[in-house]
Nanobody, 121 residues
Framework: VQLVESGGGLVQAGGSLSLSCVVS????????MGWYRQAPGKQRELVAA????????NYADSVKGRFTISRDNAKNTMYLQMSSLKPEDTAVYYC???????????????WGQGTQVTVSS
Protein backbone atom coordinates (compact mmCIF):
# COMPACT_ATOMS: atom_id res chain seq x y z
CA VAL A 1 0.00 0.00 0.00
CA GLN A 2 1.29 3.45 -0.92
CA LEU A 3 0.01 6.93 -0.18
CA VAL A 4 1.46 9.58 -2.45
CA GLU A 5 0.89 13.27 -1.89
CA SER A 6 1.29 15.95 -4.52
CA GLY A 7 0.55 19.62 -5.00
CA GLY A 8 2.76 21.25 -2.44
CA GLY A 9 4.95 24.21 -3.23
CA LEU A 10 5.72 27.84 -2.55
CA VAL A 11 2.93 30.41 -2.48
CA GLN A 12 2.53 33.97 -1.26
CA ALA A 13 0.37 34.77 1.71
CA GLY A 14 -3.26 35.02 0.68
CA GLY A 15 -2.76 32.54 -2.12
CA SER A 16 -4.17 29.07 -2.70
CA LEU A 17 -2.85 25.55 -3.14
CA SER A 18 -4.49 22.20 -3.69
CA LEU A 19 -3.07 18.95 -2.35
CA SER A 20 -3.89 15.44 -3.54
CA CYS A 21 -3.26 12.04 -1.99
CA VAL A 22 -3.58 8.89 -4.06
CA VAL A 23 -3.82 5.52 -2.31
CA SER A 24 -2.62 2.53 -4.32
CA UNK A 25 -1.87 -1.13 -3.78
CA UNK A 26 -3.84 -4.02 -2.37
CA UNK A 27 -6.86 -2.28 -0.84
CA UNK A 28 -10.18 -3.74 0.26
CA UNK A 29 -11.67 -0.57 1.68
CA UNK A 30 -10.57 2.82 2.98
CA UNK A 31 -12.08 4.14 6.17
CA UNK A 32 -11.37 7.62 7.47
CA MET A 33 -8.70 9.72 5.82
CA GLY A 34 -7.00 12.90 6.92
CA TRP A 35 -4.37 15.53 6.39
CA TYR A 36 -1.78 16.27 9.04
CA ARG A 37 1.03 18.78 9.07
CA GLN A 38 4.29 19.25 10.90
CA ALA A 39 6.18 22.50 11.08
CA PRO A 40 9.86 22.64 12.10
CA GLY A 41 10.24 22.14 15.81
CA LYS A 42 6.58 21.34 16.30
CA GLN A 43 4.53 18.20 16.73
CA ARG A 44 2.50 16.75 13.91
CA GLU A 45 -1.06 18.05 14.09
CA LEU A 46 -4.37 17.15 12.50
CA VAL A 47 -5.44 19.61 9.82
CA ALA A 48 -8.61 17.97 8.51
CA ALA A 49 -10.28 14.57 8.45
CA UNK A 50 -13.07 12.99 6.46
CA UNK A 51 -15.14 9.83 6.91
CA UNK A 52 -15.37 7.06 4.35
CA UNK A 53 -18.65 8.29 2.93
CA UNK A 54 -17.70 11.96 3.12
CA UNK A 55 -20.67 12.49 5.41
CA UNK A 56 -18.58 14.08 8.13
CA UNK A 57 -15.52 16.31 8.15
CA ASN A 58 -13.42 17.77 10.92
CA TYR A 59 -11.05 20.73 10.81
CA ALA A 60 -8.45 22.25 13.08
CA ASP A 61 -9.67 25.61 14.37
CA SER A 62 -6.73 27.32 12.68
CA VAL A 63 -7.88 26.28 9.18
CA LYS A 64 -11.67 26.40 9.48
CA GLY A 65 -13.21 28.46 6.72
CA ARG A 66 -9.98 28.41 4.68
CA PHE A 67 -9.34 24.72 3.96
CA THR A 68 -11.69 22.14 2.44
CA ILE A 69 -11.14 18.40 2.56
CA SER A 70 -12.78 16.03 0.09
CA ARG A 71 -12.31 12.56 -1.36
CA ASP A 72 -13.17 10.56 -4.46
CA ASN A 73 -13.57 6.93 -3.45
CA ALA A 74 -13.72 5.76 -7.07
CA LYS A 75 -10.20 7.12 -7.51
CA ASN A 76 -8.91 6.30 -4.00
CA THR A 77 -7.94 9.95 -3.80
CA MET A 78 -8.25 12.61 -1.15
CA TYR A 79 -7.89 16.35 -1.64
CA LEU A 80 -7.17 19.42 0.44
CA GLN A 81 -8.08 22.77 -1.05
CA MET A 82 -6.24 25.50 0.83
CA SER A 83 -7.03 29.18 0.41
CA SER A 84 -6.15 32.43 2.19
CA LEU A 85 -2.88 30.81 3.13
CA LYS A 86 -0.82 32.29 5.94
CA PRO A 87 2.88 31.97 6.73
CA GLU A 88 1.95 29.89 9.77
CA ASP A 89 0.51 27.26 7.41
CA THR A 90 4.07 26.48 6.32
CA ALA A 91 4.75 22.82 7.10
CA VAL A 92 5.16 19.37 5.63
CA TYR A 93 1.68 18.04 4.94
CA TYR A 94 1.06 14.32 5.37
CA CYS A 95 -1.74 12.15 4.07
CA UNK A 96 -3.19 9.54 6.41
CA UNK A 97 -5.57 6.67 5.70
CA UNK A 98 -7.08 3.94 7.84
CA UNK A 99 -7.76 1.03 5.57
CA UNK A 100 -8.25 -2.71 5.20
CA UNK A 101 -6.08 -4.68 2.79
CA UNK A 102 -8.58 -7.52 2.73
CA UNK A 103 -11.97 -8.55 4.05
CA UNK A 104 -10.49 -10.32 7.07
CA UNK A 105 -7.60 -7.97 7.67
CA UNK A 106 -7.33 -5.63 10.61
CA UNK A 107 -7.75 -1.95 9.84
CA UNK A 108 -4.32 -0.32 9.71
CA UNK A 109 -3.05 3.24 9.54
CA UNK A 110 -0.89 4.29 6.62
CA TRP A 111 1.01 7.53 5.96
CA GLY A 112 2.33 9.30 2.92
CA GLN A 113 5.86 10.64 2.65
CA GLY A 114 4.74 14.26 2.96
CA THR A 115 4.73 17.29 0.72
CA GLN A 116 6.19 20.68 1.60
CA VAL A 117 3.96 23.73 1.68
CA THR A 118 5.72 27.06 2.12
CA VAL A 119 3.81 30.33 2.47
CA SER A 120 5.87 33.48 2.13
CA SER A 121 4.88 36.75 3.77
Amino acid sequence: VQLVESGGGLVQAGGSLSLSCVVSGSIFSINAMGWYRQAPGKQRELVAAITSGSDSTNYADSVKGRFTISRDNAKNTMYLQMSSLKPEDTAVYYCHANLLRGQYYKATNYWGQGTQVTVSS
